[in-house]
């Protein structure tokens, strides 16, 4: 642009390709396939004016690979559609200083008023539309080979249909990062950087694919009619971050996991369907006091369902508020498997379902269920050659180091559901030594039922052979994981019908309250093997052994008082513990003490067939 520096205007309703360009002297450009307009006004001031009204509905923007840059207050893209095939770049060193695109049908006035050297003021006024057309194929398509770098970015797509797509890079270099689609958005194994903040509305779905998107100083707002999904993605902000949509999925894939992570605020997803985290986590730092929603470092609300999941082979599920609350609320019901929603205060989790904080464990041969065997046939014709045996095979963890843990590491735990389930999970209050009557307990109130349960894993076998003499031998790896509700202070769990507690430890160092017409405290049947060789014991052979079954778990304890209940004590192996013993309105119905002794084979009481088929 030769002489005094100009707003540059270049439009053809034909499509407009741009290859290695650039533009000099000039502070706005409008690069536009509109039917051009004349809109003629007199304002306040006295002194007419001309401005320039673009009609669009049809044409392509093309940015070639060699690319477009300048030095510009404002570059506008405005056509039907826009293709970036090679880097388009304004390096004006402003954070006001913008590239913006304008895709699918519009219209658009420019106010001719504005001087080009006015950084503060707006040109471009978009007029909304009364019903969106839908388009064949992205308005915006930024290919790997394109990137759009700016001081500031904006995006805005006014067809239905397919959006934004982008396999390029993305960077409001000193500004914000806003997009404003009808239409749905794709990112894939690219970047988006803001300096400031980074502001996505979407009328349809969003779907990131090994994308990282990143508000470097600011906040970050992803919000979407349809169902937003991130796979191997993240999205990362120093401020508050808001994530809405009509169902929200995270889950990994094989080169990363996705995460949600605000540096120094409040984390807060919420859904008109379900939430799903899988391998990937979700974390905040501490409650933004600038978002009403935000109850806490992590706050997710969903109308459907909650997931938290870690497969076998991937990665922790895990959601963390490094120093707040987290708040968890579902419509449906919360399902924690092998995974961790984790806070560094308070956690409250509210379901409309059920709450279910469990472990995967594959089945043991014939159930858990002990199956025993007896061979006898004769040798040298007049001796009896025994063998004798049983196995037991409570089956195995899907992987032992991911664990389900619900837990307040300095705070309170308060759960409300229609039925909890706690089975080889953890549930756990804890305090700071420095402030000890601060947080550290559990309040559980189950609508129907309440259950903590262990998870048995392992096998135990015995095996005696008798010839002339007797050898026998025997092994045992059962072990009990999780079914653990821990408090370093109180314990209330409450149930409409029954709390249940098979093989787990309900612990409170202070008091413990079971508020529920019958509390059961069953144990599981555990087993210790003894082996020896060349003593007393096997006098008379080669070896001696015995395995001994006894009860394990199932055990109430109350650091502080008695151990209270508002309803019956039922006692199936396990136990009611307290420094004052147990204080239960309905009575104690004890079914069966606590078991242990030696399994017996062979001519005696053959095999203590005393274990629970439930596992």
């Keep these: 642009m030769l002489g005094s520096r100009a707003n540059v205007i270049l439009a053809n309703p034909n ?30 001031a006295g002194i007419p004016e001309r401005d320039i ?66 950084n503060s003021n707006d040109w471009l006024t978009l007029s909304p539309s009364t019903s969106a057309a839908t388009a064949n194929s992205f308005a915006i398509d930024i290919t790997a080979a394109g990137s759009l770098t700016s001081g500031r970015v904006q995006l805005i797509v006014t067809d239905k249909g397919p959006g934004v797509r982008s396999a390029g890079p993305m960077n409001a270099s000193l500004g914000d990062f806003t997009l404003s689609s009808n239409g749905a958005v794709q990112f894939a194994n690219t970047t988006l950087m803001a300096q400031n903040n980074l502001d996505l509305q979407v009328q349809d779905s969003v779907t990131l694919s090994d994308t990282k998107l990143k508000a470097n100083s600011g906040s970050a707002a992803l919000s979407a009619s349809g169902a937003v999904s991130l796979t191997g993605s993240s999205l990362l902000a120093n401020a508050g971050i808001d994530m809405s949509g009509g169902g929200i999925a995270l889950a990994q894939d094989a080169t990363a996991q996705s995460v949600v992570a605000s540096t120094t605020s409040g984390v807060v997803l919420t859904s008109t369907g379900d939430i799903t985290n899988v391998g990937s986590l979700i974390q905040g730092q501490q409650k933004n006091t600038l978002d009403s929603a935000s109850l806490g470092a992590v706050t997710l609300n969903a109308t459907g369902n909650i997931l938290n999941q870690s497969t076998p082979t991937g990665l922790l599920g895990v959601v963390y508020g490094a120093a707040g609350d987290v708040s968890v609320t579902a419509g449906g019901s919360l399902t924690n498997q092998n995974a961790r929603i984790l806070s560094n205060q308070n956690l409250t989790i509210t379901a409309g379902g059920d709450v279910d904080n469990v472990v995967d464990h594959s089945s043991g041969v014939n159930g858990g269920a002990p199956v025993s065997y007896s061979d006898r046939s004769w040798r040298l014709i007049f001796v009896e050659h025994r063998d004798d045996g049983f196995n037991v095979d409570y089956g195995a963890l899907a992987d032992p180091d991911k664990l389900s843990y619900l837990s307040a590491n300095v705070g309170n735990v308060t759960i409300a559901a229609q039925n909890v389930h706690n089975i080889g999970g953890t549930i756990l209050a804890q305090i700071d030594p420095k402030s000890p009557t601060v947080g550290g307990s559990i309040s559980i109130t189950a609508r129907d039922q309440l259950l903590t349960q262990a998870i048995f894993t392992g096998q135990a076998s015995f095996h005696r052979t008798c010839f002339f003499f007797c050898s026998s031998s025997s092994s045992s790896n059962v072990q009990g994981y999780g079914g653990v509700i821990q408090a370093n202070n109180d314990i209330t769990l409450k149930a409409g019908t029954q709390i249940t507690n098979t093989g787990g430890l309900v612990s409170a160092e202070g008091t413990l309250k079971l508020d529920a017409p019958r509390t059961l405290a069953q144990a599981v049947l555990g087993y210790t093997a003894i082996n020896r060789t060349h003593d007393l014991k096997a006098w008379f052979g ?72 439930g596992l």
Excluded at 87 to 101: D, E
């Design 542 to 613: 080669n070896a001696w052994s015995a395995i001994f079954a006894a009860d394990t778990g199932g055990l109430f304890i109350g650091g502080s008082g008695q151990v209270e209940l508002t309803g019956e004590a039922d006692i199936e192996g396990g136990a009611f513990n307290a420094p004052g013993g147990i204080k239960a309105a309905g009575g104690v119905n004890t079914i069966s003490a606590p078991y242990r002794a030696p399994v017996t084979i062979g001519n005696h009481n053959h095999l203590g067939l005393v274990s629970w088929f």
């Design 53 to 118: 009204v673009l009609d669009t509905s049809t044409g392509t923007i093309v940015v070639g690979p060699q690319g477009l840059a300048s030095a510009l207050i404002g570059l506008d893209l405005i056509a039907k559609n826009v293709q970036i095939n090679g880097p388009l770049t304004n390096g004006f060193t402003s954070q006001t200083a913008y590239v913006r695109a304008v895709a699918g049908n519009s219209n658009v006035t420019l106010n001719t008023a504005v001087s080009p050297n006015d």
């Design 15 to 44: 499509g407009i390709t741009v290859n290695g360009g650039s533009f000099v002297n000039t502070g706005r450009v409008a690069l536009t396939t509109g039917h051009v307009s004349f809109k003629d006004t007199v304002p306040v």
